[in-house]
C-alpha cells in the first residue's frame, strides 16, 4: 500500500519526500480537527455529572 | 512461466512482481501497522489534543466573561460563562459556563443549572472534566484548601471539608444540603464533580466545601489567592 503510493509519487527523490511529508501532514490534519473530535463524540467516554437513575423520583432542587 | 509471460507482467505492472500471497500478507501487515498508529494518535489526541481545545475555549469564555461583567449584561443563559473558578493549591483557574452538557463541559467546568449561585445558602454545584486542563488533579485536594468563587461583585472563599467516591447515580451530592438531602439547606456550600478513576467514568469524585469567608469586590483580592497566581 504504501510502496504503492510511493512508486505514484512524481518527481525526483527530494520532490518526492517532501510530498510524502505533505501527503502526512494531511491526513494527520484531517484526523486531529475532523475524525478524532467526532469518534471522540461518538465515545461518550467523559460523563462527569451526577444524573437521576430513571426509576426514581426527581431530586427537588432549591429555586 | 515462460519469459514471455514475465515480460508481459512487466508491462502491466512496473513494480516488482510478486507471488500474490506476498503481496496479501504484506498488505495485511501494512494495515495493522496503520490501525496501531491510529489508536496511538487518537490516544495523544484525547490526552494533549482536548486540553489543547480547552485551553482555546476558556480563553474565549474568560474574555466573554470580563466583557459581560464591565458591560452589566444580565444573568447568564445556557452556554455562557456565569462565574471564575479558582484553587490556588492546584494554581489552576476557570471561567465557568452555566450548564452540564457535554457542550457546556468541552468549554471547561459546567454549573448545575437550578442549583446555588456563588455565596447563597444552599450548594454551588460545578462538573468538569478529569483532564490535565481541568479537574484531572482534584483528588489533590485535602481537608483545609481553598476553592474561591469570583463574581461580578464579590470574593467567595470555600474550604474542602469532605472528599468522597460515590456512583454517578448519586444525585444527592448537588442537594441544597448534601448531608442531609431531604432537609433544607443550612450552610452555604458548594461541590466540585468529576469522573473517578481517572480515565475512566464508573464512580464520581466528589468534593464539598464550605464557605469561610465573603467579600466584595472593592475590598480586593483574598487572603488565599494572594500567594499563587491563580
Redesign the interface.
Known amino acids: 500500500m504504501y510502496a504503492w503510493i510511493w512508486r505514484r509519487l512524481p518527481g525526483r527523490l527530494p520532490v518526492r519526500v517532501a510530498l510524502a511529508v505533505a501527503l502526512a501532514a494531511g491526513v494527520l490534519a484531517v484526523l486531529w480537527f475532523g475524525i478524532f473530535p467526532l469518534v471522540d463524540g461518538l465515545l461518550n467516554l467523559e460523563d462527569v455529572t451526577v444524573e437521576q437513575p430513571p426509576d426514581r423520583e426527581p431530586l427537588q432542587y432549591a429555586p | 512461466m515462460t519469459t514471455a509471460e514475465h515480460a508481459t507482467l512487466a508491462k502491466e505492472e512496473?513494480?516488482v512482481w510478486e507471488p500474490r500471497r506476498l503481496r496479501v500478507a504484506?498488505?495485511a501487515g501494512?494495515?495493522m501497522l496503520t490501525c496501531g498508529v491510529?489508536l496511538v494518535?487518537?490516544a495523544a489526541?484525547?490526552v494533549y489534543?482536548?486540553a489543547w481545545?480547552m485551553d482555546n475555549e476558556q480563553r474565549e469564555l474568560g474574555a466573554e466573561l470580563d466583557r459581560r461583567w464591565a458591560s452589566g449584561a444580565e444573568a447568564p443563559v445556557s452556554g455562557q460563562p456565569m462565574a471564575r473558578l479558582h484553587i490556588p493549591k492546584l494554581d489552576r483557574r476557570w471561567a465557568v459556563t452555566e450548564g452540564?452538557t457535554?457542550a457546556d463541559?468541552r468549554k471547561g467546568p459546567g454549573h448545575?443549572p437550578?442549583?446555588?449561585r456563588p455565596g447563597e445558602i444552599?450548594?454551588v454545584a460545578v462538573?468538569?472534566?478529569?483532564?490535565s486542563s481541568v479537574?484531572w488533579d482534584l483528588d489533590r485536594l485535602r481537608k483545609g484548601d481553598a476553592i474561591v468563587a469570583e463574581t461580578k461583585t464579590g470574593w467567595y472563599v470555600y474550604r474542602v471539608v469532605r472528599e468522597r467516591v460515590?456512583p454517578?447515580?448519586?444525585?444527592?451530592?448537588?442537594?441544597?444540603n448534601p448531608d442531609h438531602?431531604d432537609d433544607?439547606?443550612a450552610k452555604a456550600m458548594l461541590t466540585l464533580?468529576?469522573?473517578n478513576p481517572k480515565f475512566q467514568?464508573y464512580q464520581?469524585l466528589i468534593v464539598h466545601a464550605e464557605l469561610v469567608e465573603e467579600r466584595a469586590k472593592s475590598e480586593g483580592r483574598p487572603a488565599a489567592l494572594k500567594k499563587g497566581r491563580a
Not at chain 2, 127 to 131: E, K, S, T, V
Not at chain 2, 168 to 176: L, Y
Open positions: 512496473p513494480e504484506r498488505l501494512e494495515l491510529l494518535l487518537f489526541y484525547a489534543g482536548k481545545e452540564v457535554q463541559l448545575y437550578r442549583t446555588a444552599g450548594n462538573a468538569g472534566h478529569r483532564i479537574f460515590v454517578p447515580t448519586a444525585v444527592e451530592v448537588v442537594a441544597p438531602p433544607p439547606p464533580t468529576t469522573c467514568n464520581r
